[in-house]
Every structure is written in structure tokens, then in C-alpha cells.
């Protein structure tokens, strides 16, 4: 069973800066992808943005030149330095981690990031 744990959520102002990270334990797989999605009240769950075990990475324009995307694959770790905080950023943020080889998806349990001065 994976077990997803994320940390670094929190508030903060219009313009600061926040670092989530997410590790994985439970079991092991070679191939998987990482990532973060992100849901706001009232609206569905969005993507936000994910990397593969090759480092490719995939961004949502909306946060795109803001939000860096990044990995460790030894510790099955993943990170997300978000930069420029807007308002409209506020959302419950969960952790994800497709197993490529079974099409598994896995979900943290969410951590909140509130925007607002």
C-alpha cells in the first residue's frame, strides 16, 4: 500500500513564497510519475503541475513561470516551490504519484494553502 505524505502548506500574502513536499513510502516501482493538483471551493480538481521519473515536466499555464516542479527519486520525494502567490492560488493542494506500470493512481491526504493579506 503507497502511503502519500505532504507537508509545507500554510497562508500566506499576495506575492510570498510557499514549499510543499510529498513523500512517498509502502512500495516500490521503477517507472511512476509525480505531481500536484490543486482544488479550490466549489470547483474541481485541477492539475497543477507533475514530473516524470525522466524529470519531464508539465505545468498548468495558470502557474506557469511561478511554480517549480521537482523530484528525488532515491527518497521518492517530491517538491513544489511556488513563487508569486496570487488569491486565486488558494486551494486545498494534493499529491499524486501514478504507478506507470499498473495505471495506479495514489493521493495524499491534501494540504491547505491560503493567499490573502
Known amino acids: 500500500q503507497v502511503q502519500l505524505v505532504e507537508s509545507g502548506g500554510g497562508l500566506v500574502q499576495p506575492g510570498g513564497s510557499l514549499r510543499l513536499s510529498c513523500a512517498a513510502s509502502?512500495?516500490?516501482?521503477?517507472?511512476?510519475?509525480m505531481g500536484w493538483y490543486r482544488q479550490a471551493p466549489g470547483k474541481q480538481r485541477e492539475m497543477v503541475a507533475t514530473?516524470?521519473?525522466?524529470?519531464?515536466?508539465n505545468y498548468a499555464d495558470s502557474v506557469k513561470g511561478r511554480f517549480t516542479i521537482s523530484r528525488d527519486n532515491a527518497e521518492i520525494t517530491v517538491y513544489l516551490q511556488m513563487n508569486r502567490l496570487k488569491p486565486e492560488d488558494t486551494a486545498v493542494h494534493y499529491c499524486?504519484?501514478?504507478?506507470?506500470?499498473?495505471?495506479?493512481?495514489?493521493w495524499g491526504q491534501g494540504t491547505q494553502v491560503t493567499v490573502s493579506s
Open positions: 499524486n504519484l501514478l504507478n506507470i506500470a499498473t495505471m495506479t493512481d495514489y
Open positions: 514530473i516524470t521519473s525522466g524529470l519531464r515536466t
Open positions: 509502502g512500495s516500490a516501482f521503477s517507472i511512476y510519475r
